[in-house]
């Protein structure tokens, strides 16, 4: 307190004591509160300094409230700044200094708007739907190599084969260009040997934008068929060529570097010939194979 304190002062002061004391739920709270008074319309003597002290110091036990209070004014206004303790957020209430006769009881009355304010709820900004992140990735380049199992001429016909090729990928797609060599595992008489060399391409789409996904894909397939016979055979080789149209779904599973796919496969033959040596037909794609793949796919 500034000066002596003179009897209106100390009736403040007492005043603020006995609230105090006969309401304990309104203790004055831990810690205390501070009240910095710098404005000069206050300040006209200590009197009027300390009875604003203590009557702020009293509102603020009786509401509970902890903090630093500022009291300023410039010529023409009066300043509230409000800090709550704990709290880094400060509030900010001016009030008009004139008239300067009852400029303390108007300070005092507006305590309480300037302490709601830190109760009031923060409106909260209106957030404009952000549009949907694209799915589209990097375009990435990377090798793939993988193993081909088909039934050409039926089901005892099966062969075994292996590919290699690039592949490019963005966002769900991906695109393959590859060649495979493929051969029947079992002798099917009179042909001994019975081969294909042939170039696919495939474009597969991601239904899941996930790690493990399904996917599903169309390609194609051309190239040649080789047969040969028994030397008693003349001629003793043939090589047709072919075209087929293929549909795939595949179980994957995708990372940044690489990629696994496998599944099964079918295709329809479009361009079909048959093999024919010495007059006997010794082999024909049936209209429709199918078969299985499996590729890994390495990505840069």
Known sequence: ????????????????????????SFAQPVGGSKVDVRCSALLTDPESAAAVEARVLLELSLRKRQGNLLIDCSPETIS?????R?????????????????????????LDGLLRQGQMPVATPVQT???????????QIGLTSG??????????????????????RGGRWRGTLAASAQTRIEEHYPVVEFRAYRARAYVDYR?????????????AALGN??????????????????????????????????????????????IRPSITLDGTEVSSLTPLS???TADVYIWF
């Open 86 to 110: 704990g709290e880094e957020q400060i509030q900010r209430l001016e009030l008009p200094l004139s008239p300067a006769s009852n400029a303390a009881d108007r300070v005092i009355s507006s």
């Open 290 to 292: 199918w078969g299985a």
């Open 80 to 84: 509230l700044e409000w800090k709550p």
């Open 225 to 270: 068929f080789r047969a040969a016979t028994r030397e008693s055979f003349r001629p003793q080789a043939q090589t047709v060529f072919a075209l087929a149209l293929i549909y795939r779904l595949r179980l994957a599973w995708h990372s940044d570097q690489i990629s696994f796919a496998l599944g099964p496969e079918a295709a329809v033959n479009v």
């Open 129 to 139: 739907p952000r549009a949907p992140e694209r799915e589209g990735e990097e375009p």
């Open 147 to 168: 193993g081909i199992a088909e039934f050409w001429d039926g089901p005892d016909a099966a062969s075994l084969g292996l590919s290699v090729g690039l592949s490019l």
């Open 1 to 24: 307190m500034r000066g002596l304190m003179t009897p209106r002062a100390l009736a403040w002061l007492a005043g603020f004591q006995l609230a105090l004391a006969g309401a304990p």
């Open 207 to 219: 239904l899941l934008h996930r790690p493990f996904s399904i996917e599903t894909g169309a390609g």
